[in-house]
């Protein structure tokens, strides 16, 4: 497996183990990466470290932060499937390079492993409410990612 691949596999075992997710903000919201085909990922991680890495690595302010499972399924997914986002997961290296998913694959990956499953049976994503926040959309290219 893949570097990538066994990083996104720990994503999806740690959440479902501890029913949280990290993800890197500054007081406007959270940055999401620019691909190089037009593609907007909005990354999160399983644990800290992980979050606080890229927090360090792509600085401007940027703190690692906690949400608990629940929250991230029902409100974040939801606005990034309305927003035409992925979601980047568990970012690592000097690049903070991955795998990212649609929300709708999120969802599915965490059903495999029984969380959402348990909570509501087959979910789908669609509508939200805004956490995601501001418009600090950011533009990793600049910064080499």
Known sequence: MSQSGSQAA??????????????????????????????????????????????????????????????????????AARDGLVIGINWSGPRMVGWSFTPQEVLNRLAAVSWCSAREGSRRVGGGNGWIGGDFRSDCRRRGG
């Open 10 to 79: 720990a994503f999806f075992r740690d959440v479902h183990e501890s029913t949280a997710v990290w993800l890197v903000r500054d007081d406007e919201g959270s940055p999401t990466h620019l691909s190089a085909d037009g593609t907007r990922s909005l990354p999160f991680w399983s644990t800290s470290p992980g979050a606080r890495r890229a927090a360090k690595v792509w600085w401007r302010g940027l703190r690692a932060e906690s949400m608990p499972l629940d929250t991230w399924c029902d409100l974040v997914l939801p606005d």
